[in-house]
């Protein structure tokens, strides 16, 4: 495929006062960081891509299901039907969209190892993710390292979004001291998830990132964005005034309590999906041909380059290169904690 770069594609984002000749230079030097590829994320690497960003670096843990097409714009059902990864049927997609943005797929689960090379090159980190733990983390990062992020979020008909520009405005943990306990919050299974409030949510956030990466951060958003697409409510929340006011464990004290292992744990629930992940990071990675012959006596084994898959116990195993499973059929970690060591060691 041969890279359209005629000065038409972006004319009507550069005839745009905001951005201009030089804007959209900028946006081709800079790079992303985009922490999940689900539903905001593949409103926010669509939206990025067309604009003509520079580096796409796409992190996402988890596989496409038929469930997701509703409101993941970028999936389609040859992806569900291939078992594709989220990050790489997205980078393929972006690909044909605009073959001149180097997007980089990255298949992990975000911790506290990797979540540091992972931003440690980007000018903005988005967050396309879809837990409070995933997010305390990027903040702890983006806060420590002096990076701006974009946190959004999404549940039934409403969604939130706040800029954060470490140092100039208040943190995540400035506004939301602590992440809501399992259970306490809604999730996508329970309250289910609008589409449309997702396309909102990330149009903020992909505005908020073309601002700071065309170098305006005097039009940054310095609120905390609430919408309830449904209940018709618009509400703009002053948090400026939370700045050095709160004794924020993270901006003031800057104990990263995330990153330093303190908080946060390795088995995570999924959210909506009935499943529960377990991470085991293994030195080397898995060999799918020996594991499915380990695994042929319970019934059907089958994998590509990306993943394998099984049943057993009347639980669906999603087993991943870097030992990674996803296991649906529980959303009981220590139940799945047992079914890991029970079908895969350790
Ligand atoms: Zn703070």
């Known amino acids: ?11 009507r984002q550069m005839r745009f006062y905001g951005i201009g000749e030089d804007g959209q230079r900028r946006l081709a030097d800079s790079h992303v960081t985009l922490c999940g590829c689900g539903a905001l994320g593949t409103v926010l690497a669509n939206a990025l891509v067309r604009a003509g960003v520079g580096h796409l670096r796409l992190v996402d843990r ?17 992806d569900v039907a291939e078992n594709l990864p989220k990050a790489e049927a997205a980078a393929r997609k972006l690909a044909a969209i605009n073959s001149a943005v180097h997007v980089e797929p990255v298949v992990t689960d975000i911790d506290r190892t990797n ?15 879809d837990n409070f733990e995933v997010r305390y983390l990027i903040n702890d990062a983006a806060v420590k390292l002096g990076k701006p992020w974009v946190y ?6 409403h969604g939130q979004t706040m800029t954060i520009l470490p140092g100039e405005t208040p943190c995540l943990r400035c506004v939301f001291e ?14 289910g998830v609008l589409s449309p409030v997702v396309n909102i949510i990330a149009s903020y956030q992909v505005t908020e990132g073309l601002k700071i990466l065309t170098g305006h951060r005097e039009q940054v958003n310095r609120e905390l964005i609430f919408i309830d697409v449904w209940e018709n409510v618009y509400r ?4 400026a005034p939370l700045l050095g006011k709160v004794d924020c464990p993270c901006c003031r004290r800057r104990r990263f309590e995330w990153l330093d292992g303190e908080m946060g744990s390795h088995t995570t629930s999924l959210c909506g999906r009935n499943a529960v992940q ?24 089958s994998y590509n380059r990306f993943l394998l898959k099984f049943t057993a116990d009347g639980y669906e195993f999603t087993v991943f290169p870097d030992g990674r499973a996803i296991i649906k059929g529980t959303s009981d970690v220590e139940r799945a904690r047992t079914l890991y060591a029970k079908y895969l060691g350790h």
Do not use: W
């Not at 979540?115 to 993710?129: H, M, P, R, S, Y």
């Not at 703009?236 to 948090?239: S, V």
């Not at 377990?278 to 084994?301: C, I, K, P, Q, Y």
């Open 152 to 157: 959004g979020g999404s549940i039934g008909s």
């Open 62 to 78: 988890d596989f496409i299901e038929t469930s997701n097409l509703q409101r993941q714009v970028l999936f389609d059902e040859h």
């Open 278 to 301: 377990v991470a085991h990071r293994s030195a080397a990675r898995l060999n799918f041909e020996e594991l499915a012959r380990n695994l042929e006596a319970l019934g059907e084994v």
């Open 178 to 191: 602590a992440a809501p306990a399992p259970g306490e919050a809604a999730t996508c299974e329970t309250a």
């Open 1 to 11: 495929m041969t890279a359209d770069n005629s000065p038409d594609r972006y004319s």
């Open 236 to 239: 703009r929340i002053k948090i």
């Open 115 to 129: 979540i540091l090379e992972l931003v440690g090159d980007a000018d903005v980190i988005l967050d396309g993710t």
